[in-house]
């Protein structure tokens, strides 16, 4: 990049927005220009609107901002989008018809047929649907998956490529950051598993399907799989587990499935993105492990930790795998998917 490119963070406040403010900072190609949440926090700074989740410090650059309200602004060509779902459809909407390309963690247009659902690794080529959109509204909005989704569909693009699938059945045991803050009360999850998260599992019986889907003349079609999804809140603060099983179109032996997998790169790899992992999908060999508080930092937490590769004796074969909600799972897959637009010439 020969200069840096002005960007925004809509819902700057959150938990989502925090990792993004933490993860812009001193970042090489973008330049925070605008933080913004809701009209509790506009007008405030930064510092004092913004109560601090994170391990590390606040960013400097960061804590005397003013917050600004959600409203399209002059010469911001990129916007990151953490907001909640109910609220980012019509803002997103608006910042689009400003001209600006939205890098959105909602989803709220997610399903939209023009609107790619974007994880670098898999199907980058599905960017191509920006050029629709900017024809029609003049900017346009790109969307990752939903938390689990993400590192679902990660761990699937290898299998689905080398052998085919045909059915998978996942069960999740998501952490509590993913409820956002202040999320699910303590009483209500301590000693405790819900199995009940509201509208994630249709989420992650149809997201991955889109994800994997062809882009053909101007549209997605879904990729042919069923998936069958349960998901569990838990009380780990990070880190979301999925138990997998997978029934595959072709044989396969466990060694080809743990080569495809471990093999795994996608053009942020190629591009040498400045947030891409060196690895998207790290294998464990330990019969323990993938376990959120021991892996869910690896590789910054931009990788899918998959472990317990064996036969299943219902479906093929089964695994369980581990991902960072919050950077992974949402901030850090929206800041991949802008630096792959920037990288393609996206961004005006
Ligand atoms: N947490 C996760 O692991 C995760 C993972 C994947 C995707 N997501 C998605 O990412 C988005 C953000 O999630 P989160 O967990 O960060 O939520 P959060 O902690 O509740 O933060 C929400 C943010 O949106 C702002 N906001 C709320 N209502 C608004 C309004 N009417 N107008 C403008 N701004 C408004 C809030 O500002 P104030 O502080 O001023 O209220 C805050 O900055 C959601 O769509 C969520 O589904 C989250």
């Known amino acids: ?63 005397e901002m003013v917050v600004q309200p959600c409203e399209p602004m002059d010469g911001v060509p990129l916007v990151f989008s953490a907001l909640p779902s109910d609220v980012a459809g019509e803002i997103e909407v608006n910042f689009r ?61 290898p299998l689905a490529d080398a052998f085919g699938l045909s059915r998978v059945i996942v069960t999740t045991m998501q952490a509590l950051s993913g409820a956002g803050y202040p999320g699910v009360p303590s009483l209500d999850i301590l000693d405790n598993v819900v199995p009940f998260i509201g509208g994630e599992e249709p989420k992650l019986e149809k997201e991955p399907r889109k994800i994997l889907g062809k882009l053909e003349g101007g549209r997605v079609t879904d990729a042919d799989f069923k998936i ?12 979301h587990l999925e138990a997998v099983s997978v029934e595959l179109k072709t044989k396969a032996s466990l060694d080809d499935l743990r080569h495809a997998l471990a093999q795994f790169r996608g053009q942020p790899q190629e591009l040498r993105l400045p947030t891409a992992p060196e690895h ?8 323990d492990r993938p376990q959120p508080r021991l892996d869910r930092d690896v590789e910054k937490g931009m990788a899918t930790v998959v472990g ?12 369980t795998l581990l991902g960072h909600n919050t950077i992974r799972g ?19």
Not at 105 to 125: F, G, Q, T, W
Not at 308 to 319: G, I, N, Q, T
């Open 280 to 287: 998207p999908i790290v294998v464990r060999d330990e019969q």
């Open 97 to 157: 018809k400003a001209g600006a390309i939205v890098s959105s963690n909602a989803s709220s247009h997610r399903m939209d047929a023009d609107v790619p659902l974007v994880i670098s690794e898999v199907n980058p080529d599905h960017l191509e649907l920006v050029r629709v959109q900017q024809a029609n509204y003049h900017g346009a909005i790109v969307t990752n998956g939903n938390c689990s989704t993400i590192h679902l569909a990660l761990a699937l693009k």
């Open 228 to 239: 069958s999804a349960s998901c569990n809140r838990v009380a780990t603060r990070d880190g």
């Open 330 to 348: 949402a901030a850090g897959s929206t800041l991949l998917n802008a630096e792959l637009l920037a990288a393609k010439g996206f961004v005006p």
């Open 308 to 319: 317990r590769l064996r036969a299943c004796s219902v479906l093929d074969y089964k695994f």
């Open 1 to 63: 990049m020969q200069q840096k490119i002005p960007v925004a963070i809509l819902g700057a406040t959150g938990l989502v927005g925090q990792r993004l403010v933490q993860m812009l900072d001193g970042h090489p190609w973008f330049d925070v220009r605008v933080l913004a949440a809701s009209d509790n926090s506009a007008g405030k700074k930064y510092g004092d609107a913004a109560k601090w989740h994170l391990g590390s410090d606040m960013p400097a650059f960061a804590r």
